[in-house]
């Protein structure tokens, strides 16, 4: 039977390879598995935070839009001042949080770097191997 440089058969050198070679498979498919779901649960924190930022800027409108209308009935400070104050730290909260969250949920922090960082080593060591046997 023809062997290799190792001195096994070839035949046992291919059963390892395909054995290796479909572990490998498994525990790359377990790795990107595991990565999307992580992607996923960025996505969810992400909306949940654009929620909480829309839910603040809708009322903080309101509140701005209020302190507009106060401001212009009353030539005074009193009233729209503390409407002004309070819908301008809503708004800048509500912004705050939507910027975050829009920034979490941009696909290229979505790509599963690390998955498609292991088959780009695994495919360099196969190479390498190959042109060792």
Same mark, same amino acid.
């Given at each position: 039977?023809? @062997?290799? $440089? ?5 035949? =046992?050198?291919?059963? =390892? ?9 498994? $525990?790359?498919?377990? !790795? ?9 649960? *960025?996505?969810?924190?992400? !909306? ?15 509140? !701005? ?29 509500? !912004? ?12 290229? $922090?979505?790509?599963?770097?690390? @998955?498609?960082? *292991?088959?780009?080593? =695994? ?11």
């Amino acid at each position: 039977m023809t @062997t290799a $440089n190792t001195g096994r058969p070839i035949a =046992d050198i291919f059963r =390892d390879l395909l054995t290796q070679l479909t572990s490998l498979l498994r $525990n790359e498919r377990e !790795l990107a598995q595991a990565e999307i779901s992580e992607k996923i649960d *960025q996505v969810a924190r992400g !909306l949940a935070l654009m929620v909480g930022g829309a839910v603040l800027l809708i009322p903080a409108l309101v509140v !701005l839009l209020g302190a507009a209308v106060a401001a212009i009935m009353h030539a005074g400070l009193e009233a729209y001042w503390a409407a002004l104050i309070v819908g301008a730290v809503a708004l800048a909260l509500g !912004l705050g949080l939507l910027m975050g969250g829009i920034g979490s949920v941009k696909l290229r $922090n979505l790509a599963p770097r690390r @998955t498609i960082d *292991q088959l780009r080593k =695994d495919a360099s060591v196969a190479s390498y191997q190959l042109r060792r046997t």
